[in-house]
């Protein structure tokens, strides 16, 4: 089966894909994301998928699970992860539109991840119309919360890698047409600090600013960044009354590291800033956080494969490790094959400027396509 031959349609697939774009889908509205996945289960449905739904936890959307038809079915076979959450509020539609501007299209969520999702479900539509049987049976699972590092459904993911060969994840593609071999591990933290309060007007001196502890703390924080570590402060909130001296502060930060003993040490050093000065308590605790990936020769097998098609594509397949972490941390820590960054190519991801490169849809399709069929 030759990937080249299939009719994909980049018309057909904008179209497609324009209906999930502009059904928005924040992570930290549940409703929005059961909206999304809602498109996505009916899509796969009427590809003739089984489909599970899985129901959510800790505030979150649930996850679908979609099983295609195959010989092998219950066999260890593919399995595509993909996320629906994206970190563009609901409204974001109407300062980012979907638009076309020559080779790029605009849209939420459009680059990470929903172009790569979508393209995925394509090639898996392209195989089935040209009535070719994949060795391997395929599953997809969608999930809600990897843009907060994946709380609430790394079980569910590394449970349904457990019992597959190999992990396909379609997030956003290298803008060399590169795909992720591994990934950075990253850890994230909560910041609190506690004060004590006075009227700011009547009795400034007599508090204690929980939001001047915390800005110094920031300011510490952003220090300790190294070419082995980085860290920085991404959410704050204090404060209640500006006549009163704020009590309380609190924040996230993010640390991020290419080898996990690097990270490792930088959690303790985050962890060690706990301790109270001047009358104001500053607390950290450990989020969650996504291990190191290293590629190992299961993952490297799977990237030949795919460089393989790659060729027969006529295109060149670049691979690397690469920050800013995803699901494939999980699998491919694991030990389980795992190549990632298979979706489109695009820029500025969670911004107002996201965008993909509406050629890479087709490209990508039938890379994926390939992959689905070669893989045994």
């Not at 502060?249 to 996990?260: D, F, P």
Request: contains cysteine.
């Amino acid at each position: 089966m030759n990937p080249a031959n299939l009719p994909f349609d980049v018309e057909a697939m904008l179209q497609g894909l324009r209906g999930w774009v502009e059904c928005e889908s924040p992570t930290w509205d549940a409703l929005a994301v059961e909206s999304m996945l809602d498109l996505a289960a009916r899509d796969m449905a009427i590809m003739g998928a089984t489909i599970e739904r899985i129901t959510g936890r800790q505030g979150f959307a649930g996850c679908v699970r979609a099983r295609f038809p195959h010989p092998k079915q219950g066999e260890p076979g593919i399995l595509i992860a993909g996320h629906f959450d994206t970190v563009h509020p609901v409204g974001t539609i109407a300062k980012l539109p979907w638009r076309r501007e020559g080779n790029k299209c605009y849209g939420p969520g459009i680059f990470d991840m929903k172009g790569g999702n979508y393209l995925s479900l394509e090639a898996i539509r392209q195989l089935t119309r040209a009535s070719f049987t994949t060795p391997l049976p395929i599953t997809v699972l969608f999930t809600p919360d990897e843009e907060v590092g994946t709380p609430s459904t790394r079980d569910i993911i590394e449970a349904e890698a457990l019992r597959n060969k190999y992990v396909l994840v379609p997030e956003p593609g290298r803008p060399d047409n590169g795909v992720v071999t591994g990934r950075y591990a990253i850890a994230r933290f909560n910041l609190e600090a506690t004060g004590r309060p006075s009227h700011a007007g009547a009795r400034l001196s007599a508090g204690r600013s929980a939001i001047r502890e915390m800005a110094r703390q920031i300011l510490v924080i952003d220090d300790m960044t190294t070419e082995d570590c980085t860290f920085s402060v991404g959410i704050v909130h204090g404060g209640q009354w500006v006549n009163c001296v704020a009590t309380t502060c609190t924040g996230e930060a993010l640390s991020m590291a290419k080898r996990q003993e690097d990270l490792d040490h930088g959690v303790e050093r985050m962890l060690a800033l706990s301790g109270t000065t001047n009358d104001v308590t500053f607390k950290v605790t450990r989020g969650v956080t996504r291990p190191v990936w290293e590629p190992d020769s299961g993952t490297m097998s799977l990237y030949d494969t795919a460089r393989g098609v790659a060729e027969q594509l006529g295109m060149k397949l670049p691979h690397g490790s690469a920050g800013g972490g995803s699901d494939g941390n999980f699998t491919g820590a694991l030990g389980i094959p795992t190549l990632d960054g298979l979706g489109v190519r695009g820029a500025d991801a969670h911004t107002l400027n996201e965008h993909i490169e509406i050629d890479s849809l087709v490209e990508r399709g039938r890379l994926m396509a390939g992959l689905l069929a070669t893989l045994e």
